[in-house]
């Protein structure tokens, strides 16, 4: 089983949609979660961390189930611009930086 | 502020050839991260520096792989002798604190004929 699984998509939606993607970790200690977003041919920048809580920030939720080892990002009313790969990250490692990235989610909004 | 810094962007040479790759982390960054990225693996770690020591190799994939860091603002990564199958974007990537999120350059598209 690899360290973080994401459904690869691809996901096709029309503008003003919303979205959801799921992401699995097999690490029940690992310690930090983050969404990244990675535009074609570009480096991934940091979308935003996911917090036991759940945090939002716009029209993007990220969420934590430690219980079922899953984290989810949604977006709310899509823009064209949401278009990328959307990589789940979980940090396992006791040292404090066992960073695993998921292979990605890729996401196209369509007009 | 400038972000992390990596040269070449683009490095086409053929099999056998030893590439340098090179990184300049944000300044004030104590880590500083080698990722690899291919269609088939995705994003993997490679290795990851504290205060320029390197603390974990375990992703560097064979000998032919090494990488340093001289300094605070500085880092190589070195395949000699490269193959084909080394083909990849190769990024760098730095954090501030430990377990932090990283910032990554633009990275080094790497073509091996």
């Known amino acids: 089983r690899k360290e973080v699984e994401q459904d690869p998509g691809p996901f096709n939606v029309p503008e003003g949609a919303t979205v959801a993607f799921n992401c699995t970790y097999s690490?029940?200690?690992?310690?930090?979660f983050f969404w990244y977003r990675q535009d074609c041919r570009k480096e991934p920048k940091l979308l935003m961390s996911?917090?036991?809580s759940g945090n939002e920030d716009g029209r993007f939720t990220a969420q934590l189930n430690r219980a079922s080892q899953y984290i989810s990002l949604l977006i709310r009313d899509s823009k064209l611009s949401d278009s990328a790969t959307y990589l789940c990250v979980v940090n396992m490692g006791n040292t404090g930086n066992q960073f695993y990235f998921g292979t990605g989610t890729s996401l196209t909004v369509i007009p | 502020d400038a972000g992390v810094i990596q040269s070449p962007r683009h490095e086409v040479t053929e099999m056998g050839q030893e590439v340098t790759l090179r990184c300049k982390p944000i300044s004030g960054h104590d880590y500083l991260f080698w990722y690899r990225q291919t269609m088939m693996r995705g994003l993997e770690l490679l290795i990851y520096f504290n205060n320029n020591v390197p603390i974990d190799d375990s992703g560097m994939p064979e000998d032919r792989f090494s990488a340093k860091m001289p300094n605070a603002s500085f880092s190589t990564l070195k395949i000699q002798p490269s193959e084909p199958r080394d083909s990849a974007v190769y990024f760098c990537?730095?954090?501030?604190?430990?377990?932090?999120?990283?910032?990554f350059g633009d990275g080094t598209r790497l073509s091996i004929l």
């Open positions: 690490n029940s200690a690992s310690q930090s």
């Open positions: 990537a730095s954090s501030l604190v430990e377990g932090q999120p990283q910032h």
């Open positions: 996911v917090y036991s």
